[in-house]
């Protein structure tokens, strides 16, 4: 059985802008949600779902695997779900395998 997790950090968020980056207790936000995930070892797979450069080489640096930018359902419109779906969609393409547990996981 092949677990992921799907962290979603979207890079502009119009309420708190820069949210995902923002530093808290000395690391930016979204590496809390990282290590999490990495430390619980309950995934095959950890990926950093985005639509910013900046925010991919931050997932990267805190252990997250980034080898493609989120392609859709990064507007201000589109729901966290259909957000996971697409990242899904390019995560199963990317590796070439379908995964029997996915985890939404939100900074």
Not at 18 to 36: D, M, Q, Y
Not at 45 to 64: F, H, N, P, R, W
Not at 78 to 96: N, R, V
């Amino acid at each position: 059985m092949t677990n992921i997790a799907i962290v979603l950090a979207r890079g502009g968020s119009k309420r708190l802008p820069g949210k995902n980056k923002r530093i808290f207790h000395g690391k930016p936000l979204v590496a809390w949600t990282i290590e999490a995930a990495l430390l619980s070892k309950r995934f095959d797979k950890v990926l950093l779902s985005t639509d910013s450069q900046e925010l991919a080489e931050i997932g990267i640096k805190y252990g997250a695997e980034v080898p493609f930018l989120r392609n859709g359902a990064s507007d201000d419109h589109s729901s966290s779900s259909k957000a996971t779906l697409a990242a899904l969609d390019q995560a199963e393409e990317y590796w070439g395998k379908s995964f029997a547990v996915v985890a939404q996981l939100m900074a």
